[in-house]
Nanobody
Framework: QVQLVESGGGSVQAGGSLRLSCAAS????????MAWFRQAPGKEYERVAS????????GYADSVKGRFTISRDNSKNTLDLQMNNLKPEDSAMYYC?????????????????WGKGTQVTVSS
């Protein structure tokens, strides 16, 4: 069974930090790009960060550059997102996703498997 399970969401004040984790199973995730997406109420899905299979390449949305760091541990089938200096506009449901290839892309259609999400709420 293919499964991605997120954890680590919660409520924090602006300027605080959270670390999200994604536990993956049932698929050869080590060979594909993985990413974090988020969606706030009334907003489109946004690719927050992505990382290549060997961690050699990472990409970030302009809105989170310098504040968020994505990482993966293929031996443990885990994907993390360290979020620092959080802002109210970062509030959203965050999703872990696995792509359909080695290559990373911004569009949701390029990701085959998704977790159910974890909520992040940042207060002013």
């Amino acid at each position: 069974q293919v499964q991605l399970v997120e954890s680590g969401g919660g409520s924090v004040q602006a300027g605080g930090s959270l670390r999200l984790s994604c536990a993956a199973s049932g698929y050869t995730y080590s060979s594909v790009c993985m990413a974090w997406f988020r969606q706030a109420p009334g907003k489109e899905y946004e690719r927050v960060a992505s990382i290549s299979p060997n961690s050699g390449s990472t990409g970030y949305a302009d809105s989170v550059k310098g504040r968020f760091t994505i990482s993966r541990d293929n031996s443990k089938n885990t994907l993390d997102l360290q979020m620092n200096n959080l802002k109210p506009e970062d509030s959203a449901m965050y999703y872990c996703a696995a792509a359909n290839s080695f290559w990373c892309a911004a569009s949701r259609r390029n990701y085959n498997y998704w977790g159910k999400g974890t909520q992040v709420t940042v207060s002013s």
